[in-house]
């Protein structure tokens, strides 16, 4: 593999350059199929943009990961933006699973020193998107995923609810999450 590519592809992504970013549930485990857990996700995201920490330019929300395009701020913070989303998104899915669900919870334990719960699998995807054209593929990409023959969630790729893609076909943007992609490229 090119060594550029591999630099490229590191969880770590410095602020104020656009990414397409891919987080996975640990085990690939479908924790997010019920959608008020999708809506979670979704109000960790409007929480990140309201408070200027992240612009989200692409999203969907898949019952094992979520991919997104998006780049993050540059303010001052003792953890990463990826970090706080993944961090506090592990949190409420804790807390439900403590309460509606607690035997799927014990497949989300781990031996390790400073957790007893892993909701993320480590080192997210994290590629730089450095030309027009490759954004514009991994937005094709994120809102074709719903449609691929593994997932089949919905009939048509515009009409599945946890994704960018009506926002882009018709500017309709439930959440007021996306800002469209050709402003920042």
Known sequence: MNPSIISQRKSFMPPGDLYFWTATIHNWN???????RKD???K??????????ASIYSYVIMPNHLHLIWKTSQKERKESVQGTLLKHTAHLLKKDLVQ???ELLHSFRVMAANKQFQFWQ????????????VAYQKLNYIHQNPVAKKWNLAP??????YSSAAFYSYGVDPWG???HINEVI
């Open 30 to 36: 479908p924790i997010l199929e019920p959608d008020y």
């Open 40 to 42: 979670i996700i979704i």
């Open 44 to 53: 960790s995201l409007s929480w990140l943009k309201e408070n200027e920490l």
């Open 100 to 102: 509606n669900d607690p």
């Open 122 to 133: 480590r080192d997210s995807l994290a590629i730089k998107l450095f030309t027009r054209e």
């Open 156 to 161: 048509d790729y515009i009409m599945y609810k």
């Open 177 to 179: 999450l996306v800002t």
